[in-house]
């Protein structure tokens, strides 16, 4: 999965990327669009690993791009290239500024910022739909097709963003390569200073984060980027010196997850143990094809296992023999956390 980091300049970005990816890219100075990955923890996967002892164990993966705001003139713009950066990402997390930044000019505004970064993101969608909709009438489109867009139109005029549009009534299909910025699941954190940290999100700005079909959490970046330069050891005991159980990786990843409805499904052997990611309601086939073409093309059943039942038994031999080895077809819909073993033939 790709989330991107977005906001305004000076807003923490490039300090939140820092401490979840434990790189150690230059803050402060804008500059060019960094990439960095992150292995989802996963304890399913560390006790399957004990397990299988495989020679390769692979944990799902969030890849972080750090993209940085317009520095100068419009304090609060997006620029021509910020904007075609942002199209290239699955997810948004926008990073609010709400610690006093001694480099910019007045008190931090978090609500007055996001209205500002989801204007742009409107302005720049709006722009694009009515566009497709001059070329399409004089094309005579597809009515349906036409009919989507015009209800995107409708909604962005009326500020508000396209995922917020039934998706029984917009025809998704239709969007396809058009790289809406408001159609992007949106993540709003919100950086605040040290002290803090353990904070919940003021009312007024949740209540937009919600109004706006978004998901919000705070964090303080700073506290992250010291939390991920301590020893594992050390962590558990800083975090609770600041009122907090877990870090911002940690909310974040689980956030995420629940936010672009995703899941894991893993597949297991000496040679790899191995976490997947799908969205909700993937059916059995098409997470086949998360693995291999062949396997979504040559389909004939998948095995499954529930990995707490897996882990109840510890071995394939002893699911079977308890009868606990399900047998689906190409339209069984995965869970999170379901053991697959694809039998195909091409
Ligand atoms: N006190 C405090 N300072 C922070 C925090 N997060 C970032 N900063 C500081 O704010 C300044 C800007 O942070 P960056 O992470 O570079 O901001 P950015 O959003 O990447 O900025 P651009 O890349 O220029 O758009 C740096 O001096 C950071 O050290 C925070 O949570 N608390
Ligand atoms: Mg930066």
Same mark, same amino acid.
């Given at each position: 999965?790709?989330?991107?980091?977005?906001?305004?300049?000076?807003?923490?970005?490039?300090?939140?990327?820092?401490?979840?990816?434990?790189?150690?890219?230059?803050?402060?100075?804008?500059?060019? $669009?960094? $990439?960095?990955?992150?292995?989802?923890?996963?304890?399913?996967?560390?006790?399957?690993?004990?397990?299988?002892?495989?020679?390769?164990?692979?944990?799902?993966?969030?890849?972080?791009?750090?993209?940085?705001?317009?520095?100068?003139?419009?304090?609060?713009?997006?620029?021509?290239?910020?904007?075609?950066?942002? *199209?290239?990402?699955?997810?948004?997390?926008?990073?609010?500024?709400?610690?006093?930044?001694?480099?910019?000019?007045?008190?931090?505004?978090?609500?007055?910022?996001?209205?500002?970064?989801?204007?742009?993101?409107?302005?720049?969608?709006?722009?694009?739909?009515?566009?497709?909709?001059?070329?399409?009438?004089?094309?005579?489109?597809?009515?349906?097709?036409?009919?989507?867009?015009?209800?995107? *139109?409708?909604?962005?005029?009326?500020?508000?963003?396209?995922?917020?549009?039934?998706?029984?009534?917009?025809?998704?299909?239709?969007?396809?390569?058009?790289?809406?910025?408001?159609?992007?699941?949106?993540?709003?954190?919100?950086?605040?200073?040290?002290?803090?940290?353990?904070?919940?999100?003021?009312?007024?700005?949740?209540?937009?984060?919600?109004?706006?079909?978004?998901?919000?959490?705070?964090?303080?970046?700073?506290?992250?980027?010291?939390?991920?330069?301590?020893?594992?050891?050390?962590?558990?005991?800083?975090?609770?010196? $600041?009122?907090?159980?877990?870090?911002?990786?940690?909310?974040?990843?689980?956030?995420?997850?629940?936010?672009?409805?995703?899941?894991?499904?893993?597949?297991?052997?000496?040679?790899?143990?191995?976490?997947?990611?799908? *969205?909700?309601?993937?059916?059995?086939?098409?997470?086949?094809?998360?693995?291999?073409?062949?396997?979504?093309?040559?389909?004939?059943?998948?095995?499954?296992?529930?990995?707490?039942?897996?882990?109840?038994?510890?071995?394939?031999?002893?699911?079977?023999?308890?009868?606990?080895?399900?047998?689906?077809?190409?339209?069984?819909?995965?869970?999170?956390?379901?053991?697959?073993?694809?039998?195909?033939?091409?």
């Amino acid at each position: 999965m790709k989330i991107g980091l977005v906001g305004f300049a000076g807003s923490g970005k490039t300090t939140v990327f820092n401490a979840m990816t434990g790189l150690n890219v230059p803050v402060g100075f804008g500059g060019e $669009l960094h $990439l960095g990955a992150v292995r989802v923890p996963d304890r399913r996967i560390d006790a399957l690993a004990r397990i299988f002892q495989p020679r390769k164990t692979i944990y799902a993966e969030i890849t972080f791009a750090d993209i940085p705001g317009e520095h100068g003139a419009e304090k609060r713009g997006l620029s021509r290239k910020a904007i075609q950066q942002i *199209r290239d990402q699955e997810a948004l997390c926008l990073v609010l500024r709400a610690f006093p930044n001694p480099a910019l000019e007045g008190a931090p505004d978090p609500l007055a910022d996001l209205e500002a970064f989801h204007a742009e993101c409107v302005l720049a969608d709006l722009e694009l739909v009515e566009r497709r909709l001059e070329r399409g009438k004089r094309e005579k489109a597809n009515p349906l097709e036409l009919a989507a867009f015009e209800m995107m *139109r409708a909604a962005l005029e009326a500020e508000r963003p396209v995922r917020a549009l039934p998706p029984e009534e917009l025809h998704r299909e239709y969007l396809k390569g058009y790289a809406l910025l408001t159609d992007r699941p949106l993540l709003v954190a919100l950086n605040v200073a040290e002290g803090d940290a353990a904070l919940a999100l003021p009312p007024a700005l949740a209540h937009r984060i919600a109004e706006l079909s978004a998901a919000g959490l705070v964090l303080s970046a700073s506290v992250e980027a010291e939390i991920a330069s301590l020893a594992p050891e050390d962590q558990a005991g800083f975090l609770a010196d $600041l009122g907090l159980t877990e870090s911002a990786l940690d909310r974040f990843i689980r956030t995420a997850y629940g936010l672009l409805a995703l899941l894991s499904f893993f597949t297991v052997g000496k040679d790899e143990v191995r976490a997947w990611t799908i *969205r909700r309601g993937t059916h059995a086939r098409q997470a086949a094809g998360r693995i291999h073409s062949d396997l979504e093309r040559g389909f004939i059943r998948a095995e499954v296992t529930p990995c707490e039942v897996f882990l109840k038994y510890g071995s394939e031999q002893a699911v079977r023999d308890a009868g606990r080895l399900q047998l689906e077809g190409k339209d069984f819909i995965v869970s999170d956390g379901d053991i697959l073993n694809i039998r195909f033939n091409v």
